[in-house]
T-cell receptor
Framework: GAVVSQHPSRVICKSGTSVKIECRSLDFQATTMFWYRQFPKQSLMLMATSNEGSKATYEQGVEKDKFLINHASLTLSTLTVTSAHPEDSSFYIC????????????FGPGTRLTVL | AQSVTQLDSQVPVFEEAPVELRCNYS??????LFWYVQYPNQGLQLLLK??????LVKGINGFEAEFNKSQTSFHLRKPSVHISDTAEYFC??????????FGAGTTVTVRA
């Protein structure tokens, strides 16, 4: 149980284009999902909290117009990197908490974004 | 504020030897602690968690951790490692609104 998927697993795009990453909870309903960014050999940096049916809450220093988050259903959250630039290249990981509220985050496998 | 410090950035260990990964936390609220493992180019997998109750927590893959409130520690141990345990290990503590604060990570390299 508690499986989270991400799509795509890897994406390469040209500078200036937008990229959408999907995060799905496969066997549970997730009222809350989180988006992280991880640079090579570093820890996870929380970008934003995504709540179903409401606006995302962004961490300090994260541009909300750059990283658009939508949580349209209890099993799907999307992160759109708008007008991507090479410095946006990173490993993006999502996580989800089930409705029971067990204080446990279940993580997706991550998406490797490379902006040329 | 809630934070964790992982005291070892890299831990080389021989196969079948024991390993201990150290984690100290700081928190002003009730503490929930987690250990996650990350294999190359993958997401994080939960190894074990402490929410309450017994201070000795057993997890998957033969790992265990002990919550020590007086020393504010949550060290991870395995009595005998395998090559497949080579990975990055993250300690995490809860923050308000279900958020987590992660440590910097410990790279475990198991050699034959």
């Amino acid at each position: 149980g508690a499986v989270v998927s991400q799509h795509p697993s890897r994406v390469i795009c040209k500078s200036g284009t937008s990229v959408k990453i999907e995060c799905r909870s496969l066997d549970f309903q997730a009222t809350t999902m989180f988006w992280y960014r991880q640079f090579p050999k570093q820890s996870l940096m929380l970008m934003a909290t995504s709540n179903e049916g409401s606006k995302a809450t962004y961490e300090q220093g994260v541009e909300k117009d750059k990283f658009l988050i939508n949580h349209a259903s209890l099993t799907l959250s999307t992160l759109t990197v708008t007008s991507a630039h090479p410095e946006d290249s990173s490993f993006y990981i999502c996580s989800a908490i089930d409705r029971v509220g067990t204080d446990t985050q279940y993580f997706g496998p991550g998406t490797r974004l490379t902006v040329l | 504020a809630q934070s964790v410090t992982q005291l070892d950035s890299q831990v080389p260990v021989f196969e079948e030897a024991p390993v201990e990964l150290r984690c100290n936390y700081s928190s002003s609220v009730s503490v929930y602690l987690f250990w996650y493992v990350q294999y190359p180019n993958q997401g994080l997998q939960l190894l074990l968690k402490y929410l309450s109750g017994s201070t000795l927590v057993k997890g998957i893959n033969g790992f265990e951790a002990e919550f020590n409130k007086s020393q504010t520690s949550f060290h991870l141990r395995k009595p005998s490692v395998h090559i497949s345990d080579t990975a990055e290990y993250f300690c995490a503590v809860n923050r308000p609104f279900y958020k987590l604060s992660f440590g910097a990570g410990t790279t475990v390299t198991v050699r034959a």
